[in-house]
């Protein structure tokens, strides 16, 4: 564009950096990032582009550098803060992005819409429910509300503080409830501990004529095999075959998933062979359902089928298998998975997954063997090591 003698200014810089953002283009990034440098210099009117730059940054894992385009900004305003308080959120730091927030209201500058958007799914992280009360508060008095997107969000943080009451007065007050709002609704329902009122809202859902998107069917499917509603499940894979979205690897998973808890093991392996699009996903979902049906033998040759057709296990599937080792006592099986999810596939095992060794060499009067686990363990994870004996 500049080669061709395009003029470029904030506008087209303001449109071109978000989407390097979203393709994790950092290098790219980084060259834009001169140019802009090179060609405005510290101008004022670069806010918007400079707000882009940071989540830019944030969204290709390199906070630092997002950190110095902000700071360095004369004029930041909510675009720019909301940019940081997203990077921090997206990069594994929910407690700075809530830190961000109040930083940004002591420098004066009151959150919008999309800022508020942006800081209630970090209380829901947190489970910080007195800020998620205050931001909601903060919405009512900007009249921010009723936005469907914010009171979707609103439902998911009262429903991960167990304030089901709150998520319900928010939900009633909205004008139009959203097949993301049910949803929500329901998944707080099902984060609780009731799967049974989470099918019967789902019910009331459909009553509404609101048509399911996939996610809403995926958390009923995991409500169906909470309470052992078969006949429910059934009625949703109907639902799933006639939108067709028997294709979505989640989906599909969560079918086998739920015909498994649901003890039916023919119609688990009749999904699972109509699944065209196989992967790591739909693979663990089958072992795990022969696993929870006590069919280790079968389960453990799914595992091998899996590998020998080149699927990737994921730390999901290792701590399936390793599940199925301890509940069946294979020791040498299992020693010989561990030793290949971290060293082939290099993947870190989990405190679940070495007690599931240190029970199972224990057991087989391998005491020294699971005293080296023991310590390894208390190693990586900063733990008391426990004294291991033979009774």
Known sequence: MVEDGVKVNCVVLSSIVPVIGELRARNLGREIHGFVVKKFGDRKDLARVQAGLVDMYCKCGDMISGRRVFYSTKERNAVSWTALMSGY?????????????????????????????????????????????????????????????LCTSLITMYGSCNHLEYSHRVFHAMDKKTVQAWTALVDAYLRNGDPSTAVDLFRSMLLTNRRPDAVAITRMLSACCAVGELKLGKELHGQVLKLRMEALPLVSAELVNMYGRCGDLKAVQRVFNRTESKGSMTCTAIIEAYAVNQRHKEALDLFAWMLSNKFVPTKATFGVVLRICDAAGLHNEALEIFDSMVQEYNLEASQYNYDCIIRLLTGAGRISEAQRFADLKATLFSLPTPFLDSE
């Open 89 to 149: 959120a997206s990069n594994g730091r929910p407690d700075q992005a809530l830190r961000c927030i109040a930083w940004m209201q002591q420098e004066g500058i009151k959150p919008d819409l999309i800022a508020v958007g942006t800081v209630l799914p970090v209380c829901t992280k947190l489970k910080a429910l007195r800020e998620g009360k205050q931001f909601h508060a903060y919405a009512l008095r900007r009249w921010f509300l009723p936005n469907v997107s």
